[in-house]
């Protein structure tokens, strides 16, 4: 079966200071993956999505970035990270190759900017 | 005019009762539908996926779509206290697209 692996799982950073998050996906191969953020009354908002290594659609322009490196990893960075930045950051998977397939969430990673 | 609306609640239901959330969409081209359940400080988890009009059930969740009136609806039988989170209705416009666009959810609580 499929597992997404999301980490850490909570984080507090300084304004300014860079940013790593990382997700893996095991037991699928070509994995569709998403970065989102979630607002309290918000929802959720796309960040970016790959449907392959090295390829990254941005969906709002902002201060983070998101790389592909392997098939099945997806990381979401930033070189100085604003107050702005807070809130709860999601990684989710779908099939890939294949238009309205169900996404797959991860348990998130709650960032907290100082 | 928002392609989704969905109540945010909060829901307050006693044990037992049956629940029904409900999400309405003004986009005609979504085809596929979906319910997620979210628990405090956890990632949404997949409860219903469904693309035909009509009703499909999975123990006791019900998921209907009326694609002629854009209206998609939950329904919990038997609630227990283990439901308490909150909703989160997502579409999927089936155009080529592999974005899901999603409700705000409803924060439901059931109470022993």
């Known amino acids: 079966s499929q597992t997404i692996h999301q980490w850490p799982a909570t984080l507090v950073q300084p304004v300014g200071s860079p940013l790593s998050l990382e997700c893996t996906v095991e037991g699928t191969s070509n994995p569709n993956l998403y970065w989102y953020r979630q607002a309290a009354g918000r929802g959720l908002q796309l960040l970016f999505y790959s449907v392959g290594i090295g390829q990254i659609s941005s969906e709002v322009p902002q201060n983070l970035s998101a790389s592909r490196p392997q098939d099945r990893q997806f990381i979401l960075s930033s070189k100085k990270l604003l107050l702005s930045d807070s809130g709860f950051y999601l990684c989710?998977?779908?099939?890939?190759?294949?238009?309205?397939?169900?996404?797959?969430f991860g348990d998130g990673t709650r960032l907290s900017i100082l | 005019q928002k392609e989704v609306e969905q109540d945010p609640g909060p829901l307050s239901v006693p044990e037992g009762a049956i629940v029904s959330l409900n999400c309405t969409y003004s986009?005609?081209?979504?085809?596929?539908f979906m319910w997620y359940r979210q628990y405090s400080r956890k990632g949404p988890e997949l409860l219903m996926y469904t693309y035909s009009s009509g009703n499909k059930e999975d123990g006791r969740f019900t998921a209907q779509v009326d694609k002629s009136s854009k209206y998609i609806s939950l329904f919990i039988r038997d609630s227990q206290p283990s439901d308490s989170a909150t909703y989160l209705c997502a579409y999927d416009s089936g155009a080529g697209s592999y974005q899901l666009t999603f409700g705000k959810g409803t924060k439901l609580s059931v109470i022993p």
């Open positions: 989710a998977w779908s099939q890939g190759g294949q238009y309205s397939q169900p996404q797959h």
């Open positions: 986009n005609s081209a979504f085809q596929y």
